[in-house]
């Protein structure tokens, strides 16, 4: 009984050597990748990683020592992250991401994303008709930080200014880098709404619709439709499809927290979200480019035509991009869609 | 009969989950890992860790930008603007998603508080799962945030006061998600199906019953050794462990008079002391593993097995 030859004492030192092994590689895994690791140490990692899982289970059952089972259990917690986490390269996961992971979530939510631009499209079609009868409305729709010298009080020369000021070409960079991170954080929270349900989501989007009716319906109304609607299209091909988008994911997520269907709905939130978000960072990407479009693009190209022509092209190219008809075994590749 | 009540309560509430933070997660050798998920307490500390650090960095970046400027011309001090607005907005969005997307899968902040983002099902955690937890924040942190300022600085006469704490009582609901579940959700971790589990880091310390110290001296009988059980030993190797004298000293005193120790206790040598706590516990712990290979884990001193 002097507790020198205790079972669990001979245990531990049989098998510390191996744990000191494990959690010094692990210490390079971690803070360096799987990379830094010698041929020789990848083959022994996932050997002394199981010998440390089965010591953990033999300790459980045999020793009493708090401290060797708390320390076995995060080590072998830590590793099992390490092993069995992502490993992936950055620049494999990103052409993941372009080649199948974005289109293809985009794809999904084919249905929402028609909702949210019907949705769009509505509030636009009234806020049109609403002041086009009545020019009161128009200081209901548009805020007043956008109005500047966009009032119905303007006059046409003053309007037509407002779309073609050029000649100034500074300030087009920080006006580009403030319009994108404006309209990634409205992107970013139409998403975020959509978790209330998706009301708020919807209501956004509405709302988002009626500025850009009652806007048009300003210009429209002094005669200058189609001039506008260049101004609009060069940037918001992208912007408001990116808008659109955006709305769509949050649209889903809040359907499938309310109407969870045959799954949980813990389970059904947790795979649109994840759906989603993929969604979500290629209209940040979307967004990034309509900044540079509204920023530089519009301000330095003032022919109506070039405007129109970049428009639909920029649109159908995005169309092609996310909903052309693709090869199957490119989307079977890697289906779990775990890399993007 | 009084004594075996308690015991059978403590038994099913030792053996089974000590810890309500614990979950299992089941690694695919078969061995359940037994994570345990991060409290409040270090969720939010990490939280305000991680905003100190991207305030004190938007700051300083503020700051050596600004000094940058001085003779520049107007191209150049718009260029600074346009990198000032990206810096900030990349510093809100992405210092989460950037930090949680490497191999730790946890922000400085998190680091400090030992704990880590975690697929809820097991296996990988996906970097659409990280971007969706975090792009929630926008929900739970900074819309709270906007109508809080604009109740305490904006219009807040009338109708619109009115809704203005609506809107604040309302986000509110989102920010104050992880107190209503057991599992300390955010509405992030909801969607993207992640939960933050601890991941400390593993410390092994010197093996108390392995300590080659002259224990011959203490030669408990077998019924000295049998007055305690695991939950004692535990508590017996924590008080050894944290060495304090004062406690030593207490817990040394009970357990003499417990097993009726013979020998009269030298009071004023905390070395004696902490000697005759080792080699109890070296016996009692050499003892009850015994039993643990026959199959017997006696839980606590009022087990009679």
């Not at chain 1, 001979?10 to 971690?30: A, H, I, P, T, Y």
């Not at chain 2, 009115?162 to 209503?180: E, Q």
């Not at chain 2, 120790?261 to 003892?287: C, H, I, M, Q």
Request: with cysteine.
């Amino acid at each position: 009984m002097t507790g020198i030859s205790l079972k669990s004492h001979k245990f531990r030192l049989d098998r510390e050597d191996d744990w000191k092994q494990l959690e010094v590689l692990l210490k390079r895994l971690e803070n360096r990748s799987i990379r830094s690791l010698t041929d020789a140490e990848m083959i022994a990692l996932p050997a002394l990683y199981r010998a440390t899982l089965s010591s953990l289970s033999v300790a459980r059952a045999t020793s009493l020592d708090q401290d060797v089972i708390s320390y076995l259990e995060s080590l072998s917690t830590r590793s099992y992250f390490a092993i069995y986490g992502n490993q992936m390269r950055m620049t494999s996961r990103i052409k993941h991401f372009f080649q199948v992971g974005w289109p293809r979530a985009v794809q999904n939510l084919t249905k929402e994303t028609i909702a949210s631009a019907l949705i769009m499209f509505l509030g636009a079609l009234l806020a049109y008709v609403l002041v086009r009868t009545n020019m009161d409305w128009y200081f209901s729709f548009i805020p007043e930080s956008l109005m500047d010298t966009r009032t119905p009080a303007s006059t046409t020369i003053e309007l037509r200014e407002t779309l073609y000021h050029s000649g100034d070409e500074s300030g087009l960079t920080a006006f580009a880098s403030f319009l994108f991170s404006h309209n990634a954080r409205i992107a970013i929270l139409a998403f975020a709404l959509g978790f209330a349900f998706a009301i708020p989501s919807v209501v956004l989007i509405l709302y988002n619709g009626c500025t850009l009716g009652a806007f048009v319906a300003l210009f429209v109304d002094k005669g200058l439709g189609f001039e506008v609607g260049g101004w609009l299209i060069i940037h918001g091909a992208t912007e408001i499809f990116a808008i659109i988008l955006a709305g769509a994911a949050g649209m889903n997520i809040g359907w499938s927290l309310a109407f969870p269907g045959k799954k949980s709905r813990m389970e059904a939130a947790s795979s649109a979200g994840s759906e989603a978000a993929i969604v979500l960072g290629g209209v940040v990407i979307m967004l990034f480019l309509a900044g540079l479009l509204e920023g530089y693009g519009r301000q330095l190209i003032t022919n109506d035509f070039i405007r129109y022509i970049v428009g639909f092209s920029t649109l159908g190219l995005w169309l092609a991009y996310f909903y052309m008809p693709r090869e199957i075994d490119e989307w079977n590749v890697e289906d779990t869609g775990e890399l993007s | 009969m009084k004594k075996t009540k308690p015991s059978k309560r403590t038994r099913t509430k030792q053996t089974f989950n000590p810890d309500k933070n614990v979950r299992t997660l089941i690694t695919p050798e078969g061995i359940d890992l037994r994570l345990r998920i991060a409290d409040g307490g270090a969720r939010v500390g990490a939280f305000v860790i991680d905003l100190f650090i991207m305030i004190i960095t938007l700051i300083a970046i503020t700051y050596i930008l600004s000094y940058s400027t001085s003779g520049m011309d107007d191209t150049g001090e718009e260029i600074i603007i346009a990198v000032w607005l990206l810096f900030a907005f990349f510093l809100r969005n992405f210092y989460f998603m950037f930090f949680e997307m490497g191999t730790k899968a946890a922000t400085p902040g998190k680091m400090l508080m030992n704990t880590r983002v975690a697929n809820r099902q097991g296996g990988h955690l996906k970097a659409n799962a990280v971007f969706a937890r975090n792009a929630l924040r926008e929900l739970e942190f900074f819309l709270p945030l906007a109508f809080l300022l604009s109740a305490m600085f904006g219009f807040n006469q009338g109708v619109e006061g009115w809704l203005v704490w609506l809107g604040l009582i309302w986000s509110f609901i989102f920010m104050l998600f992880p107190l209503f579940n057991k599992d300390r959700l955010r509405a992030g971790d909801l969607i993207a199906g992640t939960w933050v589990v601890k991941s400390p880091k593993p410390i092994l310390s010197k093996d108390l019953a392995g300590a080659s110290k002259p224990l011959g001296r203490y030669i408990f009988s077998q019924k000295q050794i049998d007055a305690y059980g695991v939950k004692e030993l535990h508590v017996l190797e924590n008080v050894l462990r944290k060495s304090d004298p004062k406690t030593i000293k207490e817990v040394t005193n009970r357990i003499m008079i417990k097993i009726s120790w013979p020998e009269p206790v030298k009071t004023d040598d905390n070395n004696a002391r902490r000697e005759f706590l080792n080699a109890y516990y070296s016996a009692l712990r050499g003892r009850l593993e015994t039993k643990l290979l026959f199959g017997v884990r006696r839980t606590d001193k009022f087990d009679k097995r």
